[in-house]
């Protein structure tokens, strides 16, 4: 019997022949991996997405994945390029695990059916690209469309495993925890048995008992006013896990992507960063005090220049546009010409002529906008969070592994290396027995009234984030945020205890709610680290930590969080 079918022997004796589903919340690369490799062992599981299942974070990454593949690279090259990009926060055990990982992820990828780029005197047959503060090109990709194409192949893989049951437009409100199953014990063992999910079509709140839950929501982008995330991106899990008792770690560390497209009709398509890898240059526009575009800036910012790590790219291109009254800078990319441009960057290329630019022949506008979650859920290698029977993967999770400052290409390879882990201790782990599940309650509720009340605090939200809790931060600035924040969240919590649930509350709910945690933790941190830089401490500690927050243990009788 092989290692694979101990652990289901194990676990079938342990739950029984009508085990209840593992329940994976999000249909991204950290989900579907986890539900690939669950299903792979005869588990059953069900996906959810709560929009459609191809909309999502991973279908739009474009730069690549790392893999430590050529024979100029090593593990400890990757290692400390992340620690470097991380600024001194970088769990050495965590970075390590996840390099050493990173040839099995790719080559699993690629037995997927991923079609990565080629190169046949490249590692594997594929060509690998180079990004902002990597050594050496380690980055494989499919042109500049990489997550699409890993997104569509996973995807078809789990659509034809009959173990994978997937529902779109589902969205997990809540986890179903002691709180709900057993409010009058409270001696039982802290422990998750489901998920309530709301059926977006039917409109019904609906109770999933599972006997394992895997949050994979992604990260929390959309919090902010401008960003390259999708609109699936509102910090779900991280504040569902935080709802119930778990850890959240490091989430002051937004990465602002440095060359977001500045557009009216295109707020959030992203300039990949590849582009600088392969000889992109940033330069000041034309204006007062600044030459022609063919200034070029970063120099005398950084010895790597246009290569520097994204925080440092970024605080550059926020200092330059404060400093010459600009809305935006260049990104040059004509002397690379326009057959290697097309044959490279075939989506920037054309999504950029879309919009009437021809990048061949004119730079690109280009602004830093959110990008990614660095901090979320804390958890081990295993997706283990702080709840029994709670698992959380990708870029809703805190693993140590981005610390200050991820380094580009590193968040998909987190997804694939975790997931696999991930799957296994689900696997390893014998389920309790299924526990009855109350019905979500909606007795006291009435229908939303005004909907303008969500819509308005959306937009406040955000913009309030962006600025008061951007790339440069002041303590005065974070309080008043933290203020507003605490007012918009009664409100919030006041609707949300009064009327019936939608899909625009539920994520207006999880925002605020992580709002307050990046600010509480920016509020923490005093220095200036990687992606956290504030007027008042402008220094670097010589020591510094992680920022963890804990939650204060809540009333376990109320059932609506
Ligand atoms: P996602 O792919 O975002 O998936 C989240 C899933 O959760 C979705 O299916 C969503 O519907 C679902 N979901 C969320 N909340 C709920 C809920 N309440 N109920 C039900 N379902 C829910 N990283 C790299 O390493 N390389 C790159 O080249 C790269 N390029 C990028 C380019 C762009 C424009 C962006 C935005 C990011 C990029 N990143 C890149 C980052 C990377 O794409 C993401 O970090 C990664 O894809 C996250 O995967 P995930 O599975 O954790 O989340
Ligand atoms: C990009 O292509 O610039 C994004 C890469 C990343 O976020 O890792």
């Known amino acids: 019997m092989s290692q694979a079918q101990a652990q289901q022997a194990t676990r079938e004796n342990s739950i029984g022949a009508a ?32 929009r459609t299942l191809g909309e999502g974070a991973t279908a739009w990454a474009q730069g690549g994945i790392v893999g430590v593949l050529g024979s100029d690279d090593s593990v400890e090259s990757h290692v400390r390029d992340t620690q ?16 050493t990982n990173s040839a099995e992820a790719v080559g699993w990828l690629v037995a997927q059916g991923v079609p990565f780029s080629p190169d046949p005197a ?47 437009k589902w969205i997990a409100v809540d986890l ?25 079509v039917s409109q019904k709140v609906e109770a999933l008992p599972a006997s394992a839950v895997v949050l994979a929501t992604g990260g929390v982008g959309k919090v902010y006013r401008y960003t390259t995330n999708p609109d699936t991106a509102t910090g779900d899990g991280i504040a569902m896990a935080w709802r119930a008792g778990c850890r959240a770690a490091n989430m002051e560390f937004i990465q602002f992507h440095p060359t977001c497209l500045y557009h009216p009709q ?53 200092f330059e546009m404060k400093k010459h009254g600009v809305d935006h800078v260049w990104l040059d990319a004509t002397h690379l010409g326009e057959t290697f441009l097309r044959e490279h960057f075939p989506t920037v290329f054309a999504r950029c002529l879309d919009l009437g630019i021809d990048i061949s022949k004119q730079p690109i506008p280009v602004v830093p906008a959110a990008h990614y979650t660095c901090g979320g859920v804390v958890t081990d290698l295993q997706g283990r969070t702080d709840l029994g029977g709670l698992y959380a993967v990708g870029e809703a999770t805190y693993t140590g592994l981005h610390g200050a400052n991820r380094l580009a290409s590193n968040s998909l390879l ?21 526990t009855q599940v109350p019905a979500w309650d909606e007795s006291l509720v009435e229908n939303a009234d005004e909907q303008v009340v969500i819509s308005h605090n959306w937009d406040e939200l955000r913009l309030l984030m962006w600025n008061y809790v951007g790339i440069v931060r002041t303590t005065k600035r974070l309080e008043r945020a933290l203020h507003r924040i605490k007012l918009l969240k009664a409100e919030i919590d006041d609707y949300y205890r009064n009327f019936k649930v939608n899909r625009d509350l539920l994520e207006l709910r999880n925002l605020v709610v992580c709002a307050e945690l990046i600010v509480r933790s920016a ?9 956290h830089f504030s007027r008042d401490f402008p220094q670097t500690l010589p020591v510094s930590f992680p920022t963890v927050l804990t939650r204060k243990a809540r009333s376990r009788k109320s059932k609506r969080a």
């Open 122 to 168: 490249g590692p594997l047959g594929l060509h690998l690209t180079r990004e902002g503060g990597h050594a050496v090109r380690r980055i494989a990709h499919a042109a500049d469309a990489t997550g699409r194409a890993i997104h569509e192949a996973l995807l078809a893989q789990a659509k034809a495993n009959a173990n994978v049951t997937l529902l779109e």
């Open 176 to 200: 179903i925890t002691n709180r709900h199953v057993a409010p009058d014990d409270p001696e039982a063992t802290p422990h998750c048995h489901g998920v309530y999910a709301l059926n977006i």
């Open 84 to 99: 470097d990009a991380g600024a001194g926060l970088v769990d050495e055990h965590t970075a390590r695990f996840i390099a």
């Open 523 to 531: 509020l923490m941190r005093h220095e200036s680290r990687g992606l």
């Open 266 to 318: 295109e707020r959030s398509f992203l300039i990949t960063e590849a582009l600088r890898g392969e000889g992109g240059l940033l330069k000041l526009p034309n204006g007062q005090n600044c030459a022609p575009w063919g200034t070029r800036f970063m120099p005398e910012h950084d010895e790597r220049a246009e290569l520097a790590p994204r925080d440092i790219v970024a605080r550059a291109i926020d």
């Open 414 to 434: 987190e997804c694939v290396v975790i997931g696999k882990t991930c799957a296994d201790a689900i696997l390893e782990t014998p389920a309790p027995e299924p």
């Open 19 to 50: 085990a209840l589903p593992v329940v994976v919340v999000g249909a991204g690369l950290a989900g579907l991996t986890v539900a690939l490799h669950l299903a792979g062992q005869g588990q059953q599981v069900t996906v959810l997405a709560k």
